[in-house]
């Protein structure tokens, strides 16, 4: 995943990918030009991108029947929307 990093000034604006930031033992936190603060400007896609994996992974691990029920008993908790999505994609939810 492309992660874009950027200050609010705009002097710095970069991209890095999830594995480059693994392998950097550096992070750059703040702008070496202005000495603002960087921020993730695409941070609630990776949080979304990163929520469905994990939706994917334990229906796999808890099996299809199992994650229906409960996912039933649970509609009123948050993220659950992801779970019945995944469904209705897999043609399990109506």
Request: charged content about 30%; hydrophobic content about 35%.
């Amino acid at each position: 995943m492309i992660i874009k990093f950027s200050c609010k000034n705009n002097c710095q604006n970069f991209t890095k990918t999830d594995k480059q930031l693994e392998e950097d033992k550096f992070v750059l936190h703040f702008c070496p030009y202005c000495g603002e603060k960087i921020h993730i400007d695409n941070l609630p896609d990776i949080v979304l991108a990163d929520s469905i994996q994990k939706v994917r992974e334990n229906i796999r691990k808890w099996g299809l029947e199992y994650s229906l029920e409960i996912v039933k008993r649970n509609l009123t908790m948050p993220g659950i929307n992801l779970y019945i999505e995944e469904f209705k994609s897999k043609g399990v939810w109506k």
